[in-house]
């Protein structure tokens, strides 16, 4: 087998790549050669997939912005925070730097991801003419991002369970906090599950110099 | 090896399964949103007169510790009167929020009885609501304070309306029976008059407040001081210092309800009230309002209020529920305050208080409370009829007025009504009321002793000291003592009073003594009660003494005990015990020390006599007391000599016949006229009837120092002592006058041979200048005297009685003193001398011619010449006798 050009991809010469063990198999065959797992060569269903995953992450976003996601009760003071409310909280309490944190973390990301996603999605699904280079720069943002976003939820849990004093001082997650985090993971999963080949199958057919 | 397998064709599908997820999610958040938007809540707006103590989004609205809502924003109103609080309510909340809704703000507070709202110490003042009725509203003007009740709260709110608050405050303690059952929640005023005052009682105990139920305060420290001493009484710790309500129900009453309404009492008695009733008296005085009526010390009422009326004041008092069933028609109230008398204070305490009204409910059974009675000025004596009435009767007075105390076992039993002379003079009389429950105590010989204040015993077993309380003073008392008879007494007879039980037990046992009198000459240093001894163990006691004016001499009564009554069947004397007794004689000292106590108050003791000594009785039953034991024991009767004032005659001077001692003088006094001396002297009993014959002889001895010797030399040691004489008449006396010298036979025999011998001159003739018969002295001169024509001397002689029968009627006497010298020329000298003696003392020499016989005897006083020529033939004379 020659590799005529670096156009030319596995599916055109035959050959699949098992998405689990790496293994090249030909494209004939329904199941990898060494772990049996079943092959496709594109997975046309995962664009289907990762829209449905995304667009509930998108409706779960409302719900976890607009809800409080943290109970903070502070000398039988109840305090319910959301998103918002609690980066406010930080900057008024003159802690902008971590504010900027939790706000990349917990608005930035998700919002970011979403749309970067969803502009991935309609790439694919409506061909839409976007630079090659950009998407891939942005792919590489978004997946390495991506795991920064469960920081907050991180933070919520570590306090959760640091602080319980009763009446005096007791943190609780609120509903928002499960919205927050279904977002964040159907985010993951719809990045995960998207079989990135159809993005690269359209950028292989596009002119590549813009 | 490539094998082309044709390219399956799949249909592709249009929609994954995984697009429910989508689906559900914006189900879900749908649902969410509409829900959030259906939970939005209310906006509200209440207004505050100042914002102070509320916070944007911190406050909250609560209903009963749940948050019903939260502020969200202040405004100023436009009046600039006040905030607008701007508030989010809970869409659940929608229903009460209405016109009579209410709203205030709540603060912590600390209090005494408590910290309230502590957790608005730290989530900061909240907003109460009260839901109220009417049009839904969302415009509200807050209260300014806490509503008074908030109905719903599991328990039973009540409503107490009092005239003052007193000392309550929010969270004062509602007691029952001193358990705290609630609290004071809220007070307010009711117009111009009263204080409503809401009280929760929690829900445990909402059941004990009934729909009668009597709430009082119990607010602070209750003290109540008086004579009786200090009581201090308090609910609790919190209730002094924040008050508190109490209350007391009737269990059969219904429950009370919600919002019940209830006075609020200053005290339990107010609380408890009790029914009206009138008590008419005559003038107001000690009857104020407040005075208290009392029944057996017990608190059953008070006066309310008096008024005047036509004939008098009429007081309206308060008799308390539970005891008006001791209202009867025939029930009896009196005023009674404090008396002072000399017996001490009664009701001291009524000093303070002011008097009070006592009570006694009558016998009627008719329970109808009857609301008129006439207020008594005196106690009625209720018990009189069933009272024992006694007569007792004393002496004298013993200091006991009518109001004493009449005690027995020191418990008050009765009362002295009054003291009064008997009719015939003779004796005090008091009437005496005991209460009916010890009339028993009264049998027929009991008997009555006078209570002394104070009795101070000083004997020499020690001093003791016994003091009665103070009415015992003023008043007196009399104790009963109880007789060992178990009859009761027999109506109208009286008891004696004795000064004392001593005098008492004296008075009974001398119905039990034998009475002996003796007789003595004097007082004998003993009084009454002076012990009499028998061995030196006390037999009796003397009873009494008495002058007798007939007899010139004392009587002295002996009650002596009965179980030495055969002691007295016996012949025996009676003598005065001196203290001490020293009887100091050459033999030796013999000291007899008296019984210590017969030594202070005089004592007698009886002795019995041999056998041998007893002399015929004189057949008299009284006896003489004696002035000592050697006296008694030798039955000494006295006698009574004078003497004259020249006399050394001392007391204890022996009377002596022929040198025995048959008797002694026990006194020498000398007399007013200052001539004479009065003795008192015993005879022995055995010698008495010879001595005291109306011419016995009694004269004094006295030691005579001549040169025949001394004469009765043991006067210089002992002193002077009497001589006597028996007497021949048959007539007895008592009163004999002593001569100086002795009668020239003082010490001559009876028997011996006297006469008188008459010269014409003494010479040498002394008393005792001896008679010899042929140079033996058979007897002396004893005496000398002028002759009362004064020509001769006569000497009295006596001739010893064994010699008698030598001298008759011939015999010669001369005298053979001195030394007789016939000188002759022829004859030459001759000397007559008789015996040394002689030519000291003189002597006569006697010789006798003829043989004695009856016609020839010399009498008795016959008087004979005294010769001084010496015949021969005399001194050759030689009859046979």
Not at chain 1, 24 to 53: F, I, M, P
Request: glycine share 8%; proline share 4%.
């Amino acid at each position: 087998m020659v590799i005529t050009s670096m156009k030319q991809q596995g599916k055109d010469i035959g050959l699949c790549l098992c998405r689990v063990c790496q293994q090249l198999n030909t494209t004939g065959r329904t199941h990898c050669l060494r772990c049996e797992t079943e092959l496709k060569v594109r997975d046309y269903g995962s664009l289907q997939k990762s829209w449905a995953l995304l667009i509930t992450a998108a409706i779960l976003l409302v719900p976890a912005n607009l809800y409080p996601i943290t109970i903070l009760t502070n000398q039988g003071q109840v305090r319910h925070d959301t998103i918002f409310s609690g980066i406010v909280h930080l900057v008024h309490s003159d802690m902008i730097p971590i504010a900027i944190i939790v706000f990349i973390a917990s608005i930035l990301v998700p919002w970011v991801k979403i749309i970067g996603l969803s502009i991935y999605l309609c790439a694919i699904s409506f061909n839409l003419p976007i630079s090659k280079k950009k998407l891939m720069v942005g792919f590489h943002v978004i997946e390495w991002i991506g795991r920064w976003s469960m920081l907050d939820l991180f933070v919520i849990s570590l306090t959760v369970a640091l602080v319980n004093m009763g009446q005096l001082l007791d943190a609780k997650p609120a509903p928002a906090a499960t919205a927050f985090a279904l977002v964040i993971l159907l985010t993951q999963l719809a990045a995960k599950i998207l079989d990135t080949r159809l993005l690269w199958d359209r950028l292989e057919n596009q002119d590549d110099t813009n | 090896m490539t094998q082309i397998e044709s390219p399956k064709v799949v249909k592709k599908k249009l929609f994954s399964p995984i697009w429910l997820l989508p689906i559900v999610a914006l189900a879900l958040g749908a649902w969410l949103g509409i829900k959030s938007i259906k939970e939005s809540g209310v906006e509200i707006e209440i207004h505050f007169p100042s914002a102070t103590g509320i916070d944007v989004g911190k406050t909250l609205v609560k209903y009963q510790g749940l948050t019903v809502g939260k502020v969200k924003d202040i405004g100023i109103d436009e009046a600039l009167k006040g905030v607008n609080v701007k508030v989010v309510m809970d869409y659940r909340a929608k229903p009460f929020l209405n016109n009579e809704t209410l709203f205030w703000l709540v603060t912590p507070k600390a209090s005494i009885t408590g910290v309230e709202g502590l957790d608005a110490l730290f989530s900061g003042n909240y907003i109460g609501i009260q839901p109220g009725k009417g049009n839904p509203s969302t415009f509200f003007e807050a209260e300014r304070q806490a509503p008074p009740m908030q109905i719903g709260t599991e328990g039973v709110m009540i409503e107490l309306t009092s005239d003052k608050l007193g000392s309550l405050d929010v969270g004062s303690p509602i007691f029952f029976r001193q358990i705290p059952v609630g609290s004071v929640v809220s007070y307010r005023l009711a117009g111009n008059t009263n204080v409503v005052i809401s009280a929760f009682i929690q829900e445990q105990y909402a059941q004990l407040v009934k729909k009668n139920s009597l709430f009082w305060n119990v607010s602070g420290v209750k003290v109540d001081a008086s004579l009786t001493g200090i009581k201090v009484s308090s609910e609790s710790l919190a209730s002094i210092l924040a008050g508190g309500v109490t209350f007391s129900s009737d269990d059969n009453a219904p429950k009370a309800q919600n919002g019940d309404r209830f006075s609020l009492y200053d005290s339990e008695a107010n609380a408890i009230g009790g029914i009206d009733i009138n008590l008419a008296m005559e003038d107001g005085n000690g009857v104020e309002k407040g005075t208290r009526i009392i029944y057996r010390g017990i608190h059953v009422g008070t006066i309310v209020s008096k008024q005047l009326t036509t004939n008098g004041v009429t007081a309206i008092a308060k008799f308390e529920y539970q005891y008006t069933h001791l209202l009867t028609n025939d029930g009896v109230f009196w005023l009674e305050g404090a008396e002072i008398s000399l017996a001490g204070i009664k009701n001291p305490g009524r000093l303070l208080t002011g008097s009070v009204i006592n009570f006694l409910p009558g016998t009627d059974p008719q329970t109808v409370t009857p609301s008129n009675f006439v207020l008594q000025s005196k106690a009625p004596d209720l018990l009189k009829s069933k009272k024992r009435f006694l007569t007792i009767t004393s002496t004298e007075n013993m200091g006991i007025a009518a109001g004493a105390e009449i005690r027995y076992k020191q418990l008050p039993i009765g009362t002295v009504l009054s003291v009064k002379l008997t009719q015939d003079l003779s004796a005090v009389e008091y009437q005496l009321e005991l209460q009916p429950e010890f009339a028993s105590l009264v049998r027929s010989d009991s008997y009555f002793v006078p209570e002394s204040a104070l009795a101070i015993e000083a004997s020499l077993d020690g001093v003791s000291v016994k003091s009665r309380d103070f009415t015992t003073l003023t008043k007196g008392a009399v104790s009963l003592i109880l007789g060992k008879s178990k009859t009761p007494l027999a109506a109208n007879t009286s008891l004696p009073l004795f000064s004392s039980i001593d005098a008492a037990t004296a008075f009974f046992d001398r119905q039990h003594k034998v009475h002996l009198t003796l007789i003595s000459q004097d007082g004998a240093d003993v009084s009454q009660g002076s012990p009499i001894y028998y061995k030196k163990m006390q037999i009796g006691m003397v009873e009494s003494i008495n002058w007798q004016n007939k007899t010139e001499d004392f009587a002295i009564k002996l009650a002596i005990d009965k179980q030495f009554q055969p002691l007295l069947q016996k012949p025996k004397v009676f003598w005065r015990n001196s203290a001490i007794e020293v009887n100091a004689s050459l033999a030796g000292i013999d000291v007899a020390v008296a019984p210590l106590q017969g030594a202070l108050k005089g004592s007698i003791s009886l002795g019995l006599l041999d056998s041998v000594n007893i002399k015929p009785n004189k057949a008299s039953t009284t006896l003489k007391l004696y002035e000592n034991k050697q006296l008694a024991l030798a039955q000494a009767q006295p006698i009574r000599l004078t003497l004259p004032a020249s006399a050394k005659l001392d007391a204890k001077a022996a009377i002596r016949y022929q040198g025995h001692q048959v008797g002694e003088v026990s006194q020498v006094k000398l007399n007013a006229d200052l001539n004479t001396l009065t003795a008192t002297a015993y005879l022995y009993g055995e010698y008495a009837d010879h001595f005291s014959r109306s011419d016995s002889e009694y004269h004094l001895v006295d030691a005579q120092i001549s040169l025949i010797g001394i004469k009765a030399p043991e006067t210089l040691i002992t002193g002077p002592y009497i001589g006597v004489l028996p007497g021949k008449s048959s007539q007895t006396a008592a009163h004999f006058i002593a001569n100086v010298v002795a009668s020239s036979y003082a010490n001559v025999p009876e028997d011996a041979l006297k006469f008188t011998l008459e010269d014409a001159n003494l010479g040498s003739m002394k008393v005792g200048t001896p008679i010899f018969f042929r140079g033996i002295k058979i007897g002396q001169i004893d005496g000398y005297s002028l002759s009362t024509q004064g020509n001769s001397v006569l000497m009295q002689a006596h001739i010893e009685s064994q010699y008698s029968h030598l001298v008759n009627q011939s015999s010669q006497f001369w005298d053979a003193s001195g030394i007789k010298v016939d000188v002759g020329i022829f004859s030459g000298a001759k000397i007559e001398a008789g015996s040394l003696e002689t030519l000291l003392a003189g002597g006569i020499n006697v010789a006798t011619k003829a043989t004695t016989q009856d016609s020839n005897r010399l009498a008795n006083g016959t008087i004979i010449t005294l010769q001084h020529k010496v015949q021969n033939e005399w001194q050759e004379w030689a009859p046979i006798q």
